[in-house]
């Protein structure tokens, strides 16, 4: 499953013909400084090509669980419905999941996938233009990659845990600030226009979120239209083909220090979890005290370029913190170490309790125990 921090698709996939860009191109374009009934004044369409009909991007991963325990990789068109309400719980309909196809090794990235729309989509219709009029709306979508992990080869609700949209791996950027969680701050998306008459937000507005009452608005043409929300005001294109390459958020991207030497990756191992690390007064952890007792060994690991003494090291620095959610991968030092630590035994297992008494959990009958 990918996160939800750490984190986001009904078999309609529907190849657009020809005709469905002609039609959308045909469409009577609006009255300058007007829409097309007289509420917005049109988007500024950028590549002009009748609507959009394929969606290509990449998809960049550098976080070493991205491809651990994933049952069948899936891009998917994602209903933003639930962002529109702020629903945390909206479940994307499965008729609303236009798969796309993975067109590279999964496996290895950046890979690439590729959708094509519907030419009638489904999903949660959102009336967002704030004309104070009640009518269709449109449809908000956002590529996104997820892993199916039940059922059937859709999105139902135990792979969509607990449902909203996605915040990681998607063609949006969201804030990861406590403030403004999970709010749009930039990236793209993809709007369906069921008419002429529909008015779509052209900026974030004075209190910086979609979809809210100081929206700016312009009116939109009939059919797909993608949003670029990294330019102010938004660009509006309307090519056949867009590019939307899917997004690593900087909270789930690797640390990487290994262009640095042995004691400098420490220190900037060591400045990273003063900063982040959630636990450092429940824990009790002295950070300075570990500093002042495991810097030395990383020094000496780099003066000496002893690749097995900087491996110890670091497990001995990472064994000192008491938390399970801290590990780090077993080179051929640290197995063989292992083994000779491990390989016999009298038969038994110890625990500490909470009040400080040590009791016997296990033993072997018969054993030296």
């Known amino acids: ?50 609507g959009t009909v394929t969606i ?16 069948e990789p899936l891009v998917i068109l994602e209903d ?19 798969m796309g196809q993975i067109t590279s090794d999964f496996f290895t990235s950046p890979f690439t996938y590729s959708i094509s729309l519907p030419i009638e989509p489904e999903g949660g219709w959102r009336d967002v233009d704030n004309d104070g009029e009640t009518d269709e709306g449109v449809l ?11 059922g059937a080869p859709v999105l139902e609700e135990r792979d969509l845990s607990g449902g909203g949209w996605s915040t ?65 005001p938004f660009t509006f294109d309307r090519s056949r ?14 640390d990487d220090f290994s262009a640095l030497s042995y004691v400098a990756a420490f220190d900037e191992m060591l400045a990273m ?3 982040e690390y959630s636990f450092t007064e429940l824990k009790g952890i002295d950070w300075d005290g570990m500093e002042s007792e495991f810097r030395p060994r990383f020094a000496e690991a780099t003066d000496n370029n002893d690749a097995d003494a900087y491996m110890f090291a670091l497990r001995d620095f990472l064994w000192s913190i008491p938390d ?36 016997v959990n296990y033993l072997t009958p018969g054993g030296p125990g």
Request: net charge negative; with cysteine; aromatic share 10%.
């Open 241 to 254: 083909e867009v590019v939307m390459d899917l997004l690593e958020p900087e909270g789930a991207a690797l």
């Open 80 to 98: 933003q419905a639930g962002f529109v309400d702020r629903d945390r719980g909206y479940l994307m309909p499965p008729a609303s999941q236009t």
């Open 324 to 359: 399970g959610h801290i590990g780090f991968s077993f080179t051929d030092a640290l197995n063989t170490q292992f083994s000779i630590e491990t390989a016999a035994g009298l038969g038994m297992a110890i625990r500490e309790t909470d009040d400080g008494r040590v009791i």
């Open 168 to 232: 990681a791996y998607a063609s949006t950027k969201l804030s990861e600030d406590a403030a403004t969680e999970r709010e749009y701050i930039g990236g793209k998306i993809i709007v369906y226009a069921p008419d002429d008459g529909q008015g779509f937000p052209s900026g974030f507005g004075a209190d910086a979120k979609l979809f809210s009452e100081d929206d700016p608005m312009v009116g939109l043409p009939q059919g797909y239209t993608m949003v670029d929300m990294d330019t102010d």
């Open 140 to 150: 908000v979508f956002a590529p996104a990659y997820w892993t199916n992990t039940f």
């Open 1 to 50: 499953m990918k996160p939800r921090y750490l984190v986001a698709f009904s078999v309609l996939v529907v190849v657009l013909s020809a005709c469905a860009g002609s039609e959308a191109s045909g469409s009577p374009s609006p009255d300058p400084g007007q829409g097309s009934e007289g509420q917005f004044a049109p988007a500024e369409i950028q590549n002009d090509e009748g």
């Open 56 to 71: 290509t991007g990449e998809v960049a991963y550098t976080n070493p669980f991205f491809t651990a325990t994933v049952a």
């Open 273 to 275: 979890m003063r900063e």
